[in-house]
């Protein structure tokens, strides 16, 4: 069964997609011991909110999530990893 969306939600579906793809990839750079728990507190975030149709809100939690793996990064360039 085909799910068809607006444009508007194709666009919010594609851009949480791509920040839950960033995340990743930023945690590949994190220390062996903490990989396995920020993996899986990335996760746990994504599917916590998996089923929120508002689209101010998904815009909102992306936001939130771009600072905060922003904030990630810059911590794991200060630690030179």
Request: proline share 1%.
């Amino acid at each position: 069964m085909a799910v068809s969306f607006d444009l508007q939600t194709f666009i919010l579906r594609a851009r949480v997609l791509k920040l839950y793809r960033q995340a990743l990839r930023v945690t590949k750079r994190a220390p062996a011991h903490s990989k396995g728990e920020l993996m899986q507190t990335i996760r746990h975030e994504m599917e916590k909110n998996k089923d929120c149709n508002d689209n101010q809100k998904i815009r909102y939690l992306i936001s939130e999530g771009m600072e905060r793996l922003k904030g990630l990064d810059e911590m794991l360039d200060m630690q030179g990893c």
